[in-house]
């Protein structure tokens, strides 16, 4: 391996101190701490390991962590009616419905319910059309933390050539949205995009968020290029019975070209939850009319 592994679970634990230090600031200037509100409906095993992990999180960070957990058979009215009442409580900064919702439920209804000043994921189409814009938004967490280790690696990423696999309203628009105001040169792909290998071998930047297993080889990477793996796969290990997870990037060939480049775990992961925090701060200092923190 000739490429530095970047290190997400480091770049996440320093911003995670960050925003502890600034929550404790802002709570000694408002006399309350931060709040993020965490709605789980159902019992997905990943989604309530995701949110228990975003609660314990939030109160490592200073901040008060408000879960609501409700049944799978929930009505989306029910929700609706949340999402209100979490609208209207001046201690809730942030609110984040955990997806994938269940099937009887209409997740983008549901997204534009709620306030988007206090919507942390960044998900709703006000604060897409606002970074869209070049406006202050609150941006969806992992290609926030992608951002964050990209400048960490190269500093300015101006004039930089820049390809975004996978055009998701979470990963790979946003992504896009964000490298264009960091004037880089956004290509972004898709399934439809016709020489994919070609067009990432164009790249000084390749930001992976397409959910297929090492689907992008070694030999697609111009030598030198740093390598965002955003990508979460579950594959079957070599020991019988027992699952890893992996990238979208074949990471040791990957490795073996480029400059630097994220593992899986440890890389975009730990960022994701430390930009929700960030996000949850920033939210609470717009909601006070107070200047976004450092
Ligand atoms: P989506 O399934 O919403 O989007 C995947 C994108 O990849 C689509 O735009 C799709 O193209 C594109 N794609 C699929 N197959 C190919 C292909 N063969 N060649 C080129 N492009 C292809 O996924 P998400 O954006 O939600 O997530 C992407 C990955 O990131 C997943 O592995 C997910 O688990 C992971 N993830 C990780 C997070 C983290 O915190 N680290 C957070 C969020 C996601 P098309 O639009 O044409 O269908």
Redesign the pocket.
């Known amino acids: 391996m000739t490429a530095k592994r970047i290190d997400g679970k480091a770049a996440g634990l320093a911003l995670r101190e960050q925003v502890a230090v600034a929550a404790a600031e802002f709570q000694a200037r408002t006399g309350r701490a931060p709040g993020l509100a965490t709605v789980l409906v159902g019992e997905d095993p990943a989604s309530s390991v995701y949110v228990r992990s975003k609660g314990k999180a939030t109160a490592e960070a200073g901040m008060e962590s408000f879960a609501h957990h409700l049944p799978a058979d929930t009505s989306e009215e029910a929700l609706l009616d949340l999402v209100v009442l979490l609208n209207n409580d001046d201690r809730v900064d942030g609110i984040l419905v955990q997806l994938p919702l269940p099937p009887h439920m209409d997740s983008s209804r549901v997204i534009a319910a709620i306030d988007p000043a206090k919507d942390v994921d960044g998900f709703h189409p006000v604060n897409a059309g606002r970074l869209a814009t070049g406006l202050d938004a609150l941006v969806p967490c ?1 290609p926030l ?1 992608c951002l964050h280790l990209l400048k960490n690696e190269l500093g300015s990423l101006s004039g930089k050539d820049a390809v975004v ?4 309203n ?3 628009k946003p992504m896009a949205m964000l490298l264009i105001g960091e004037s880089a040169t956004v290509t972004v ?5 016709r020489d ?1 290998p070609d067009v990432v071998r164009r790249a000084d930047i390749v930001v992976a ?4 297993p090492e ?1 992008i080889r070694g030999d697609w990477i111009k030598p030198g290029a740093v390598v965002i793996d ?4 579950r594959v079957a290990a070599a020991d019988e019975g027992k699952t890893r997870l992996v990238g ?1 990037v074949a990471f040791g060939e990957a490795a073996e070209v480029a400059s630097a480049i994220t593992p899986v775990p440890g890389g ?2 730990p960022m ?1 939850i430390a930009m929700l925090l960030r996000n949850t701060l920033v939210a609470a200092h717009r909601r006070a009319g107070l200047a976004d923190p450092e």
Request: proline residues 0%.
């Open positions: 992992t933390g696999i996978g055009r998701s979470i990963v790979g792909a898709h399934s439809r995009t994919l968020a397409v959910g297929r689907m955003v990508g979460i796969n979208d975009v992961g994701t």
